[in-house]
């Protein structure tokens, strides 16, 4: 499948050249980030044959959804291991179940173990299982953002127009790993701020700088980036995580409102929400109304409506 989504300029009372790159309408299973790595993965397993998938995330995680989905497509069983502390009903989780897949939840500090033990025995049961680390993290979800970054160089290009800034939220770090990695080969000064939707600093900010390590090392002939060339372009903020993990708070939830009055576009508080908060409110304390910005909407449909409670004209 070819992925390729549209970049719009939307009205907003906060920046006068705002773009958003909607990735949430990569047209399968509610698109988003996910889906743009989860291509990638899954022709992978096509190629080795795999018969059985397994991989990592909570009932909020839109990554389980859609590897989930693309499982059932192709009548593979698909296993999720989830943490207990984050296993609340969701509509991403009622659509994992609804997919097919076996969920297991046990508590965070077992989940290395119950994963490594799962897919033994499944070996000795003579399947040929593929594992996904959560949220698609790794070399191959990195690198389907580094094609994400080609695109959005495309569209530059297109209309006549540089961003200054790029805005996403931030999670496992793929994604914001990607979109840095596209920006060192490019050799592009454009500042990419990753809004952290959970992790702190310095650890989320050193699994991103991690995965764009890791990335380099695989591209011929660019290992040679400097260090601190990837340190200075690695911007990870986390004062907009609200309280925590899959929970917002009044401001969170008020611009996932004023999305949808002003735009038209869902966003959810668990990602989307929080990251546009954020650069709403960094752009305001920067003084970057003047600047031209793009942020990727990483998708999250399901978890709109999970917040449809919380919103009251």
Known sequence: MEVRTP????????????YVKREDMIPYSFGGN???????????IDRLGADYVVTYGSSHSNHCRVIANMAAQRGLKCLIIGPSEVSD?????KLMDILGAEIITVPVDEVKGTIDAKIEELRKAGHDPYF???GGHGNIGTRAYVQCYREIKEFEKENSISF??????????TTQAGLVCGQLLEGDDKKII????????????DVVIESIRDYLKEEPGRGQIAEDVIQENTIFLDEYTGDGYGRDNKEI??????????YGMPLDCTYTGKAFWGMEQYIRRKYLSDKKILFIHTGGTPLFFD???KMRR
């Open 253 to 262: 939830t008020k611009t996932i409102e004023k999305a949808l009055v002003n």
């Open 194 to 205: 990753g809004i952290s939707i959970a992790r702190k600093n310095p650890r989320g900010r």
């Open 307 to 309: 917040e449809l409670d």
């Open 132 to 134: 996904i680390m959560g």
């Open 164 to 173: 200054d800034y790029i805005f996403l939220a931030s999670g496992t770090g």
């Open 89 to 93: 009903p969701t509509y991403n989780s």
């Open 7 to 18: 970049v719009y300029k939307l009205n907003s009372d906060f920046c006068k050249d705002l």
């Open 34 to 44: 996910k889906a743009r790595k989860a291509v990638l993965f899954f022709d992978e």
